[in-house]
């Protein structure tokens, strides 16, 4: 079993704009990832790499099937509001004066 943890601090933190949700830059990240136990340097990197798709790429790449999830309703449920995050986002923010 890899264990990966997540402690407040840089790389990846997804950012909310008027455009939308996008990841963050350097800088504006409010997380850092650190291997623990039997994770490893290619565990962390995947994570990272996760942190830069957009939430339709996630809803998309959480959707396959050889991607497993504690409660297997949670893909039937959770994956289309993942999907519409951006769009919400979006409408939420344009109500917004920033």
Known sequence: MHVLT???APPLSPQVTSEGVRPAREGESRVTVVCIHNAT???KQ?????STKTPAEMSKFLASPDVA???KKDKVTMLPIVGKTDEHVRE???????
């Open 6 to 8: 997540m402690a407040p």
């Open 41 to 43: 340097q290619e565990d």
């Open 46 to 50: 995947a994570l990272l790499n996760m």
């Open 69 to 71: 999830v504690t409660n």
């Open 92 to 98: 939420m923010m344009s109500g917004m004066h920033v």
